[in-house]
């Protein structure tokens, strides 16, 4: 099997054409659209529909585009995503990384730690400390 990104609720598979795809809101305005992320943790390429402008700083919810959930981290932090992330040999992790625009973070859960990786990823490193199913991990 193949690399994959799966919903943490719906475990629908998310990755299409070398993309994970997620259904989106921007929260200052209620816009919705479609986003696609690089796989490749620490690649922070994003393909936007043009009619849906995303500008830094902008806070977006990710929703799964099957069961459309949001997958906001509320146990850690609101504005970060949570997703899961699935190897080739079926292992999972837990994937963690900003829903805001221009914040370059991305925190994966392996068995006994959390590895971070971006220029923003002090920033939320604490929640994680404040989160007792993670706090032990750090
Ligand atoms: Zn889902």
Redesign the pocket.
Known sequence: MLNDFI?P????HMMVAGHIIFAAVKKKDNITGIILLDPRIGDYTSVLHPSFKVEEGDEVDFL?P????SLAAKDVHERLVHIIFVDERDEKYEIFFSGVAGEHCTYKITEAKIESVGKSSEKYLKYFKLCDKYKSML
């Open positions: 919903c609720h719906c475990e629908g799964c099957m069961c459309h959930k």
